[in-house]
């Protein structure tokens, strides 16, 4: 199974500044299969980015997706309230896996 | 546009089984481009993927709840099912139901989740 690593745990930002989110694989993930989510209180997780750098169907330009191999990035360019949440990456080799989650909270 | 609703008790007793169904509406659940999912969460914790079930009846489950766990799919009624025996406390979690993008792995629609309480 792969094992997913995410930092760091809180990221602790104000709004209009950037964000970079790291997600670290216990081995390759093929760069189609990591997904980004995020998920705010009381509500399912949404999708944010697929195949490590698509942005699923309207998502903002601020949010963006890089890496491949085993590290992987979620940069969200600059913080809208909105976007005060809880990211989770995820790959999907034999067996999909989700991350602890990385939460963005207001500073 | 594709929405998916999950039903069932919201409070099961230790030892029973923990039965929910999701109802997919806005597309078929028989296409071949998708599988379907079942995702948990814990209160205050991460997200654990349970199982998937394809439109043929395939299934595949996570290895830590392999022996506890069955996925079914009716294609008649548009709905898959999660059955897991033997529940305990631990089993207290949101159940997601969710739908999965064959070529790229990825869960793109989501239910919104039930609240399943084991306790006697």
């Known amino acids: 199974e792969i094992v997913l690593t995410q930092s760091p745990g809180t990221l602790s930002l104000s709004p209009g500044e950037r964000a970079t989110l790291s997600c670290r694989a216990s081995q390759s993930v093929s760069g189609s299969y990591l997904a980004w989510y995020q998920q705010k209180p009381g509500q399912a997780p949404r999708l944010l980015i697929y195949g490590a750098s698509t942005r699923a169907t309207g998502i903002p330009d601020r949010f963006s997706g890089s890496g491949s191999g085993t590290d992987f990035t979620l940069t969200i360019s600059r913080l809208e309230p909105e976007d005060f949440a809880v990211y989770y990456c995820q790959q999907y080799g034999s067996s999909p896996t989700f991350g602890p989650g990385t939460k963005v909270d207001i500073k | 546009q594709v929405q998916l609703q999950e039903s069932g008790p919201g409070l099961v007793k230790p030892s029973q089984t923990l039965s929910l169904t999701c109802t997919v509406s806005g597309g078929s659940i028989s296409s071949g481009s998708y599988y379907w999912s079942w995702v948990r969460q814990p209160a205050g914790k991460g997200l654990e993927w349970i199982g998937r079930v394809y439109g043929s009846g395939n299934t595949n489950y996570n290895s830590s709840l392999k022996s506890r766990v069955t996925i079914s799919i009716d294609t008649s009624k548009n709905q898959f099912s999660l059955k897991l025996n033997s529940v305990t406390a631990a089993d207290t979690a949101v159940y997601y139901c969710?739908?999965?993008?064959?070529?790229?792995?990825?869960?793109?629609?989501w239910g919104q989740g039930t609240l399943v309480t084991v306790s006697s």
């Open positions: 969710a739908r999965v993008v064959w070529q790229s792995r990825h869960f793109d629609y």
